[in-house]
């Protein structure tokens, strides 16, 4: 059986056994290397790619081209005329659309209610004469 938490270090072959695996030096030198300059670089990345992708959704129409810090979001979004962009933004418009809506179907039919109500009192009290 395997002891997969096994560490050991030959000498001679100049090999590290970690997790039942041998590594040389030059290949856990290399994995170190590679893991530590991504690690570093990675938010560096992160920014690179989101410029192009502003840049990418800029030529298509879909928002403004300028990138914004989070202060300028806030004065936007204080500024704007209610209008909001960003994640969820058009599901949170449906959801007002709908709420509206039915605000609006409500009101009609407790008008139409009244109006019943009105028609039956003044039924009523035509019968009651």
Do not use: C
């Not at 290399?30 to 840049?55: E, H």
């Not at 989070?70 to 959801?95: H, L, N, P, V, Y």
């Not at 659309?97 to 039924?123: H, I, N, P, S």
């Amino acid at each position: 059986m395997v002891n997969h938490l096994e560490f050991g270090f030959d000498v001679a072959a100049r090999t590290v056994t970690l997790l039942g695996r041998e590594y040389s030096l030059a290949t856990l030198l290399r994995t170190v290397i590679f893991l530590g300059a991504y690690l570093l670089l990675r938010p560096y990345l992160l920014q690179l790619s989101a410029r192009y992708q502003t840049k990418d959704h800029a030529r298509d129409g879909d928002v403004d081209a300028t990138p914004t810090t989070d202060d300028d979001k806030i004065g936007s979004e204080i500024e704007s005329d209610g209008e909001e962009t960003g994640w969820g933004a058009a599901a949170r418009r449906r959801a007002r659309a709908q709420k509206r809506r039915v605000e609006e179907e409500l009101a009609r039919l407790r008008a139409e209610e009244e109006e019943e109500e009105d028609g039956d009192a003044q039924l009523n009290a035509l019968l009651e004469d």
